[in-house]
């Protein structure tokens, strides 16, 4: 994942999406078109995805603005990665995935079927696959290196790893930015399932949102009409893409062999996924790259 050089700015980090670049106490925040499942970087790109997610993130930002800060400086960026990436402000990054669930679905539902719980939160007997809760729950997550899985943690872990005080208030911030965003895409015909945000702190204590927010790469989307509990309804997101895999291409995820490229057939509808996503929420027409 060799990533290009940008003249004016150093690389100095790559992820399963992202690519960053640092000047004199800024970050260059680049989202690419790559696309990740089972902890791998699939060898097919998808086309816009890193407009989109970008797009999405700074509308997100601009609504959540009375809520919490965010990191986003500038969208003024070098024209090699117009559309594509924002200019930032450099960080302490918390490290927890700060995940909230409004309703029980993925790996949330695997855990309480387990035991009842998801992250050492106790839920009511009886709850179904996809059931809304009776109020959103914190149910964090440690970040993982490449390759490696996001492990769900319990609050107590969060305090171990930042503090008290800290912790109580990424939960607190955590939750109020679900709340709003829930109510946010109800109005426009959608559920937002659950949802994973990452902050840091500023020199002066401040907790600032980070990182994208909001997407169909960090959070399940579903669409109203097509839910229901006791079944996964379809979501916006790159489930397409895990489904094929696993269901389809042969591909043995539990394996060590990478994965297969993706046919064009299934790059077409994910973008599809990806750009109703936006244009639902958002109510804006997207304008892919001109190829």
Request: aromatic residues 10%; hydrophobic residues 40%; glycine residues 8%.
């Amino acid at each position: 994942m060799a990533a290009d050089p940008i003249p004016g700015w150093t690389h100095v980090y790559s992820g399963k999406v992202r690519d960053l670049y640092a000047d004199d106490g800024r970050l260059l925040f680049v989202a690419s078109d790559r696309i990740s499942a089972y902890d791998w970087v699939l060898p097919t790109p998808i086309p816009d995805k890193g407009r989109i997610l970008t797009a999405m993130s700074l509308w997100w930002f601009e609504r959540l603005a009375g809520i919490v800060d965010n990191h986003v400086i500038s969208a003024d960026v070098p024209q090699q990665v117009a559309g594509r990436a924002v200019v930032c402000e450099r960080l302490q990054m918390l490290p927890v995935e700060c995940v909230v669930r409004g309703y029980l679905s993925g790996s949330g539902w695997v855990d309480y079927q387990a035991d009842g719980a998801v992250c050492g939160v106790k839920l009511p007997d009886g709850l179904q696959e996809s059931q809304r809760l009776p109020e959103p729950i914190f149910t964090p997550a440690t970040k993982a290196a490449i390759g490696d899985h996001d492990q769900n943690i319990d609050f107590g872990a969060v305090v171990d790893l930042v503090g008290e005080d800290v912790a109580e208030r990424l939960r607190h911030l955590s939750v109020q930015v679900y709340t709003f965003a829930h109510e946010v895409a109800a109005s426009r015909g959608l559920i937002l399932a659950d949802t994973k945000f990452e902050f840091g702190v500023r020199g002066d204590g401040r907790i600032v949102l980070a990182d994208e927010v909001l997407t169909p790469d960090s959070s399940r989307f579903w669409d109203t009409s097509s839910w229901s509990p006791g079944a996964a309804p379809p979501s916006f997101d790159k489930q397409f893409v895990r489904d094929w895999l696993r269901l389809e291409s042969g591909w043995d995820p539990s394996s060590e062999q990478a994965p297969p490229p993706l046919p064009d057939d299934v790059v077409r509808q994910t973008r599809g996924k990806y750009v109703q996503a936006f244009e639902i929420l958002t109510g804006q027409k997207f304008e892919g790259e001109q190829r």
